[in-house]
């Protein structure tokens, strides 16, 4: 069963319109988000990440919504450019000792230009 | 650039031999992680490492051992290697921001016939 689930595997936008990524989760326990990114034949690159204390973080053209009584969260990116085109994994945190990370399925961004 | 390499980048092997990726990082963090990413699931955990010869299970451990002999390298083996071990294979490290960012490594392609 996935504590961190992304329901769109896929997602079109037009250039320098916004691109607006969901993720839901079941675990209340868990304390920290993150987003990555992630090219084809690369590895995850991190690029975001919020706090369940906050419910919002901004970072250039990102910002990471936080709605914990919908156990929500959703990754805005305005304008949207050719090169946001990867695959974008939510991923989850419970703030263990060892700090495991639980990750989302994925969803793919293409831009279109 | 977080200095994680993995080796080898792809690999080819046959049903119940024996295989063994290597995770090598240049930046003396403690914590290692190894996971698997598989369409539809996103990157799960197969082990981790919280320090030399500390190493625990994650959500996806069946078939698989690791070994931490020294804090730079994290070795992956696969006992006896079946098809559903089939996947890309990354190692991470954890960054020291107290964020719980994770850096990747590359990736491993394994294909086992």
């Known amino acids: 069963d996935q504590q961190v689930k992304q329901n769109s595997p896929s997602l079109s936008v037009q250039e320098g319109r916004i691109s607006i990524l969901n993720c839901d989760y079941t675990n209340s326990m868990f304390d920290y988000f993150l987003w990555y990114k992630k090219y084809p034949a690369e590895g995850p690159t991190f690029l975001i990440s919020i706090s369940s204390i906050k419910d919002k973080n901004e970072d250039g053209r990102f910002t990471v919504f936080l709605n914990k009584s919908a156990k929500h969260l959703s990754l805005h990116i305005v304008p949207s450019q050719p090169g946001d085109s990867a695959v974008y994994f939510c991923a989850a945190t419970l703030g263990t000792s060892y700090d495991k990370v639980i990750f989302g399925p994925g969803t793919s961004l293409s831009v279109i230009p | 650039d977080a200095g994680i390499t993995q080796s080898p980048r792809h690999k080819v092997t046959e049903t119940g031999t024996p295989v063994t990726l290597r995770c090598h990082q240049t930046?003396?963090?403690?914590?290692m992680y190894w996971y698997r990413q598989d369409p539809g699931h996103g990157l799960r955990l197969i082990h981790y490492?919280?320090?030399?010869?500390?190493?625990d299970k994650g959500e996806v451990s069946d078939g698989y051992s690791v070994s931490r002999s020294k804090t730079e390298d994290f070795l992956l083996t696969l006992e006896s290697a079946t098809s559903s071990q089939t996947s890309v294979y990354f190692c991470?490290?954890?960054?020291?921001?107290?964020?719980?960012?994770?850096?990747f490594g590359p990736g491993t392609r394994l294909t086992v016939l």
């Open positions: 490492s919280y320090g030399v010869k500390d190493t």
């Open positions: 991470a490290i954890r960054g020291l921001a107290g964020n719980n960012e994770q850096f």
């Open positions: 930046e003396n963090h403690r914590y």
